[in-house]
């Protein structure tokens, strides 16, 4: 399977201030795939992994020790194999073993030309960072780490091993805000609806495009869903955390299907507040499970922050294990006379993963009446509101929300093609290019519209 995350793996081996690498992000979305068969089998005839999850033998003298010349010696002696440059070294699980990661410090400063890469999750070094037990024997390398967050495949990714043809020929749509041709347009929408489906788990998707069979990639999709908590029992969290962090997970595509999509813990338990499940939300978010996008009103400034009442949406980290979760029919996705009952909130949550994804942060709009902008961006300088629509309605939230703040592009992204409404200044995107705005947003580049 082909990953964007690559090309940000060989651009942190060219660089000249190279440091060890650690690859950050949620289980079984292929940070060690990245690593040892992308990247290592890409660009090396050998390299050294060693997983800290499994090799107990590794991992218990690692943990007697942060000193990298012990480590090499261990490693050389272990595995047979001559340390050198032309030798990746890959560290799996490193958040298992924090003298592992408190070793990268010394890599860095002694060993810089060895290329170290290890993969990890924060949630437990968050853990022991708060553990008064591991307090004064555990600090985090800071400066002498490069991070690479990883997420779950995007809508680009998944046509890039399906479609590069048409990925092509939708970027270049976007450049101009040309619309498709019927065919094209159809055909990305049968491409995306598939995703919405599936969702970006690696193994889901591998098993669904090697052997087309939705059944099969749902098994997958299934196992994952149900075991992504699992790491809790292993972190010493509370049963009481345990508990209302599955509560948490459980309720996402409830909380955002009903009228109000602000999630509410007092419709999960009565009598409580977000402050009662605080443990259960870090835990969530440290592990890249949900993403939280927080409110704003009336006039928004820049820098966006939230608004002081601290109200926020939550959305889940794969668009495959969303579905998995509200339990709606395949059928609704594959065939196209049913997908107008699908819910909006499976483009919204969509939209939401794409722009984690490009790490663009999470912020809508609310004014009166039901008055909503599902996200709010910030583009050189100015403040974008961003509709999502399942099908090609108007914006009926654009007149309240420019009575509080100055005309910029408003942007709708729905089931139509291309299109740009000057006179309302209104950029419509389809719901399979928000790829490209997300990649404009991230370069805060001026919006096509603007270009032409």
């Not at 070094?125 to 985090?140: A, E, G, M, V, Y």
């Not at 094209?184 to 489906?197: G, K, R, T, V, Y």
């Not at 809790?232 to 999509?261: A, C, D």
């Not at 993403?291 to 601290?310: H, N, Q």
């Amino acid at each position: 399977m082909e990953r964007l995350a690559i090309k940000d793996l060989e651009t942190w081996y060219e660089s000249k201030r190279r440091k060890p690498l650690v690859i950050w992000g949620a289980r079984q979305i292929g940070k060690t795939y990245l690593a040892k068969e992308l990247f290592a089998k890409k660009h090396f005839r050998d390299f050294v992994y060693i997983d800290l999850k499994k090799d107990n033998q590794s991992a218990d003298f690692f943990s007697t020790t942060s000193n990298p010349e012990e480590y090499l010696k261990y490693i050389e002696t272990r595995f047979s194999k001559r340390i050198s440059p032309d030798l990746p070294l890959i560290f799996d699980e490193v958040q298992q073993c924090h003298q592992v990661l408190s070793s990268l410090k010394y890599f860095c400063q002694d060993y810089p030309e060895l290329p170290i890469i290890a993969t990890g999750s924060l949630v437990r070094l968050s853990i022991r960072q708060q553990s008064k037990s591991d307090s004064n024997d555990f600090l985090f390398p800071v400066g002498k780490v490069d991070s690479l967050f990883v997420y779950p495949m995007t809508f680009e990714e998944y046509l890039m091993n399906t479609n590069k043809i048409l990925l092509e020929r939708i970027r270049s749509a976007y450049e101009t805000i040309t619309p498709l041709q019927p065919y094209e347009h159809e055909l990305a929408m049968d491409l995306l609806h598939e995703f919405l489906s599936i969702g970006g788990l690696p193994e889901a998707l591998d098993t669904f495009i090697g052997e087309k069979s939705y059944v099969e990639a749902n098994k997958v999709i299934g196992s994952v869903y149900s075991n992504y908590l699992a790491d809790m029992y292993t972190y010493n969290v509370s049963n009481e955390t345990i508990l209302k962090t599955r509560n948490i997970y459980g309720n996402i595509f409830k909380q955002l299907n009903k009228e109000n999509k602000n999630f509410k813990i007092t419709q999960i338990e009565t009598g409580k507040s977000n402050r009662d499940y605080f443990n259960a939300f870090q835990w969530l978010e440290l592990a890249n499970i949900i993403y939280r996008s927080r409110r704003m009103t009336g006039k928004v400034t820049l820098p966006l922050v939230e608004d002081t009442e601290g109200l926020f949406r939550i959305y889940l980290c794969d668009e495959g294990m969303f579905t998995y979760q509200s339990k709606t029919s395949q059928a609704d996705f594959f065939v196209k006379d049913r997908r107008n009952t699908l819910s909006g909130i499976f483009y919204e949550n969509y939209v939401a993963d794409e722009f984690t994804a490009k790490n663009i942060p999470l912020y809508f709009w609310t004014g009166k009446n039901s008055n909503e902008f599902e996200f709010i961006v910030e583009n050189q300088g100015s403040v974008l509101p961003i509709d999502v629509k399942k099908g090609d309605s108007k914006l009926n939230s654009l007149e309240s929300f420019r009575n509080f703040n100055p005309q910029s592009t408003a942007i709708k992204i729905s089931a139509g093609n291309f299109g740009y409404n000057a006179e309302r200044d209104i950029l419509t995107i389809p719901q399979y290019a928000v790829f490209a705005l997300a990649d404009n947003l991230k370069r805060n580049d001026s919006l096509p519209n603007k270009r032409h």
